[in-house]
């Protein structure tokens, strides 16, 4: 019998995303709560090297790990296509394992499952090989959300429009961004700090710009002037808010 066959003849759990917030443990949702606590499975992002998933710490405020089937899945940074492929498989399936049992996995993910996410990839393989399972998504507060909250700082108002971009290395599409919208929220910024930091100064938007890393959580740090980052690394999860 197939993998699609056994599918669709035995009873099969559902994967749920949970978008756990973006640090803070209290800003998660009621439903992601009551997910947690009734799902058998929880899955999470693991580092490869050791060291502890940040939305696995989140999660740990109301989930006891001994009283769980706990499944840590490794999802590599890479753009090694191969590498990619094997990976995602063998998470997938790690995954499968539970469901094709009848049980159901909670997928746990800082911010929001469908935005910028791991789950994103993680549910499009799954329903690709395994079509019959059902999959679910709990919205979360995202990081973005997070950050305006605690810069005090309003993204947009009335027509004003909003920019959401992962920075990258394509100089012209970041200058591109500040130069349509009247904010630019930039995710995952430390990798390239120096070359927003000289499109800022270009475009006279140096003193329109805050960073913050980790935000909501214990280990939130704010920069209101970003000069100080330049030659830096403040780490991963580290965001720019430029608004104008």
């Given at each position: 019998m197939n993998e699609q066959a056994k599918a669709t003849t035995s009873p099969v759990g559902r994967l749920y995303g949970l978008g756990v917030g973006p640090g803070d443990p209290e800003l998660i949702t009621v439903k992601a709560f009551?997910?947690?606590?009734?799902?058998?499975?929880?899955?999470?992002?693991?580092?490869?090297?050791?060291?502890?998933?940040?939305?696995?710490?989140?999660?740990?405020?109301?989930?006891?790990?001994?009283?769980?089937?706990?499944?840590?899945?490794?999802?590599?940074?890479?753009?090694?296509?191969?590498?990619?492929?094997?990976?995602?498989?063998?998470?997938?399936?790690?995954?499968?394992?539970?469901?094709?049992?009848?049980?159901?996995?909670?997928?746990?993910?800082?911010?929001?499952?469908?935005?910028?996410?791991?789950?994103?990839h993680l549910s499009r393989r799954l329903k690709e090989r395994y079509p019959?399972?059902?999959?679910?998504?709990?919205?979360?507060?995202?990081?973005?959300?997070?950050?305006?909250?605690?810069?005090?700082?309003?993204?947009?108002?009335?027509?004003?429009?909003?920019?959401?971009?992962?920075?990258?290395?394509?100089?012209?599409?970041?200058?591109?961004?500040?130069?349509?919208?009247?904010a630019v929220v930039f995710l995952k910024v430390a990798k390239v700090m120096d070359l927003i930091l000289d499109l800022l100064e270009e475009l006279d938007l140096i003193d329109k710009a805050m960073v913050a890393t980790k935000v909501t959580s214990d280990e939130e740090v704010v920069w209101k002037n970003v000069t100080e980052l330049r030659g830096q690394n403040p780490g991963y999860l580290t965001l720019m808010v430029v608004r104008k």
């Open positions: 009551r997910v947690m606590k009734e799902t058998p499975v929880i899955a999470y992002p693991k580092k490869r090297m050791g060291g502890k998933s940040y939305a696995l710490t989140i999660a740990e405020t109301y989930v006891n790990p001994v009283e769980k089937e706990m499944l840590g899945l490794i999802f590599p940074m890479t753009r090694d296509r191969d590498v990619l492929e094997r990976e995602w498989d063998q998470a997938v399936d790690a995954v499968w394992e539970h469901l094709s049992q009848g049980k159901d996995v909670a997928f746990v993910t800082e911010g929001d499952p469908l935005l910028y996410s791991t789950f994103i019959a399972v059902e999959v679910s998504s709990v919205p979360g507060i995202s990081s973005i959300n997070g950050a305006a909250s605690r810069l005090d700082l309003p993204l947009a108002d009335g027509d004003e429009q909003v920019a959401i971009v992962p920075a990258t290395e394509e100089r012209e599409r970041m200058a591109k961004a500040l130069r349509d919208h009247d």
